[in-house]
């Protein structure tokens, strides 16, 4: 059975650039979360969906942003670059919402900003 | 406020030597743990976790955590260290309504020959 996927793994992006995360979440899952993880440090929440809509959010900016698809899979869109954006993205999944079940994380993208 | 504390950023021990990983929490509401483990260049992959019932957990590759209220710990323990075992490891802590999982700074666990 396939994991939690993510596309890209790796990205370079220019400072005031916008750029989107995409995650497909393990099949019969309907929760999805994002975690930004910067380099040394554990990995701070972002938003959790559960059936396409938004249940939680992070200590992020507005330019932060994210949607799930009617198959559960995932978007994360960050406008206006920073240089301070660049970490590894985990997208997260879980049978149900609740952080009870424990989440299942992919690999990550990996966001550099220059 | 939910808040996690691991206690040493690094720990090295030797091939065969006792493994442990401590962490502590602080929840207002009964807490969800989980330690989770991090190769390089990899994402997070759950060793174990406690929800509710028995405070022993046993996870995979060996591990097990003991969840005690009263000190408001889960540490990671590991009879026998291995090589493989060579990784970040972080404390998380969920619970609650809270959908989000809180975790903490990490523990590099070296694994000498």
């Known amino acids: 059975d396939a994991g939690v996927t993510q596309s890209p793994t790796h990205l370079i992006k220019t400072r005031g650039q916008h750029v989107t995360l995409r995650c497909s979440p393990i099949?019969?899952?309907?929760?999805v979360s994002w975690y930004q993880q910067v380099l040394g440090q554990g990995p701070q929440f972002i938003f959790q969906?559960?059936?396409?809509?938004?249940?939680g959010r992070g200590n992020f900016p507005d330019r932060f942003s994210a949607r799930q698809f009617p198959n559960y899979s995932s978007e994360l869109n960050v406008n206006a670059l920073l240089l301070g954006d660049s970490a590894l993205y985990l997208c997260?999944?879980?049978?149900?919402?609740?952080?009870?079940?424990?989440?299942?994380f992919g690999s990550g993208t990996r966001l550099t900003v220059v | 406020a939910q808040s996690v504390t691991q206690l040493g950023s690094h720990v090295s021990v030797s091939e065969g030597a006792l493994v442990l990983l401590r962490c502590n929490y602080s929840?207002?509401?009964?807490?969800?743990l989980f330690w989770y483990v991090q190769y390089p260049n990899q994402g997070l992959q759950l060793l174990l976790k406690?929800?509710?019932?028995?405070?022993l957990v046993k996870g995979i590759n060996g591990f097990e955590a003991e969840f005690k209220k009263s000190e408001t710990s889960f540490h990671l323990t590991k009879p026998s260290a291995h090589m493989s075992d060579a990784a970040e490891y972080f404390c998380?802590?969920?619970?609650?309504?809270?959908?989000?999982?809180?975790f903490g700074k990490g523990t590099l666990l070296t694994v000498n020959p």
């Open positions: 929840s207002s509401v009964p807490p969800y």
């Open positions: 997260a999944s879980s049978l149900e919402e609740g952080s009870n079940y424990g989440y299942t």
């Open positions: 969906y559960y059936e396409k809509e938004e249940r």
């Open positions: 998380a802590l969920g619970g609650g309504s809270n959908y989000k999982l809180t």
């Open positions: 099949s019969g899952h309907k929760s």
């Open positions: 406690y929800t509710t019932g028995a405070t």
